[in-house]
């Protein structure tokens, strides 16, 4: 089946610790895209990827980082730097044929990420 | 810039009643609009997508929303709420860019509840 998955499902992160939240999908999708949820507020944009080595910051993109080394595969580092880094974190991936803001994206089932 | 407002945070219906979720939008340049739903712990599901064809767009799960420009509105309705429809939906917009991924902005949600 094709599809996106995350793991883990569940991310303990103690103070000043990096934490990697893993993002794969076998959609054959060029772009990708992480958010991240907060109760009441959405989901705001942090980084996107429209092709490998290549990521632009999103809304909200202080205190984390990302590459995109294959074309499936795009980690989100959570950095210490992130004070506040507590939420639900949603992967995203678009096909990016040029169709450009038509297209559809498709997430992941989410990580929770929990401050100790 | 481009922004989303869904009126009400919190619904409530009962079994059987329709469902009218709303959602108002701004941008500068015409927009594509989205709906997406998600259930609880589980990342966000595409109910339906208006892309400048047609203004009454039907999706999944019996929901449709009507694009009407002169209100920049995208609201969605149901005609008879089932207990399965208890989750949060989400209204996103793209503005329209050819050639580049899709950025969304998101609506803040509002979270559907269904009683018998």
């Known amino acids: 089946d094709g599809g996106i998955t995350q793991s883990p499902k569940y991310l303990f992160r103690k103070e000043g610790q990096n934490v990697t939240l893993s993002c794969e999908q076998n959609l054959n999708h060029d772009a990708m895209y992480w958010y991240r949820q907060d109760p009441g507020q959405g989901l705001r944009l942090i980084y996107y990827s429209q092709i490998v080595n290549d990521f632009q910051k999103g809304d909200i993109a202080e205190g984390y980082s990302v590459s995109r080394e294959k074309k499936e595969s795009f980690p989100l580092t959570v950095t210490s730097a992130q004070k506040n880094p507590t939420a639900f974190y949603l992967c995203?991936?678009?096909?990016?044929?040029?169709?450009?803001?038509?297209?559809?994206?498709?997430f992941g089932p989410g990580t929770r990420l929990l401050v100790l | 810039a481009q922004s989303v407002t869904q009126l009400g945070s919190h619904v409530s219906v009962s079994e059987g009643a329709l469902v009218l979720l709303r959602c108002n939008y701004s941008s500068s340049v015409p927009p594509y609009l989205f709906w997406y739903v998600q259930y609880p712990n589980q990342g966000l599901q595409l109910l339906l997508k208006?892309?400048?064809?047609?203004?009454l767009v039907k999706g999944i799960n019996g929901f449709e929303a009507e694009f009407k420009k002169s209100e920049t509105s995208f609201h969605l309705t149901k005609p008879s709420a089932h207990m399965s429809d208890a989750a949060e939906y989400f209204c996103a917009v793209s503005a329209i860019n050819t050639g580049t991924a899709s950025k969304l902005t998101f609506g803040t949600g509002t979270r559907l509840q269904v009683t018998l």
């Open positions: 208006y892309t400048s064809a047609a203004t």
């Open positions: 995203a991936s678009s096909i990016y044929g040029g169709g450009g803001s038509r297209e559809t994206q498709y």
